[in-house]
């Protein structure tokens, strides 16, 4: 039983614990992410005419990746990429 007890409290930790991971704040470097990156990024994810709209985007403001961030957020992202989007959106690279 006491086995039980002590399993069940581990269990619970990890899944307390990799939730806390989650939602910690990513450390942006500016200098480590361009326009292209998050074209790479997004591409996967975004069907053909709001990547084409991404990539036409670039001229006109400057080739910001938080511009690229900004214009790339959509529903159909994983939270994965929504939160390094987030992320180089509130660096204001």
């Given at each position: 039983?006491?086995?039980?007890?002590?399993?069940?409290?581990?269990?619970?930790?990890?899944?307390?614990?990799?939730?806390?991971?989650?939602?910690?704040?990513?450390?942006?470097?500016?200098?480590?992410?361009?326009?292209?990156?998050?074209?790479?990024?997004?591409?996967?994810?975004?069907?053909?005419?709001?990547?084409?709209?991404?990539?036409?985007?670039?001229?006109?403001?400057?080739?910001?990746?938080?511009?690229?961030?900004?214009?790339?957020?959509d529903d159909s992202l994983p939270d994965v990429i929504k939160r390094i989007l987030q992320a180089l959106i509130?660096?204001?690279?």
């Amino acid at each position: 039983m006491k086995r039980i007890i002590v399993c069940f409290f581990l269990l619970m930790f990890s899944f307390s614990s990799h939730g806390v991971e989650n939602n910690k704040p990513l450390n942006m470097v500016c200098n480590d992410y361009s326009w292209s990156d998050v074209e790479i990024l997004v591409m996967p994810y975004l069907d053909d005419v709001l990547y084409t709209a991404l990539v036409m985007q670039g001229q006109s403001s400057n080739y910001e990746v938080s511009a690229a961030a900004s214009q790339a957020m959509d529903d159909s992202l994983p939270d994965v990429i929504k939160r390094i989007l987030q992320a180089l959106i509130v660096a204001d690279c």
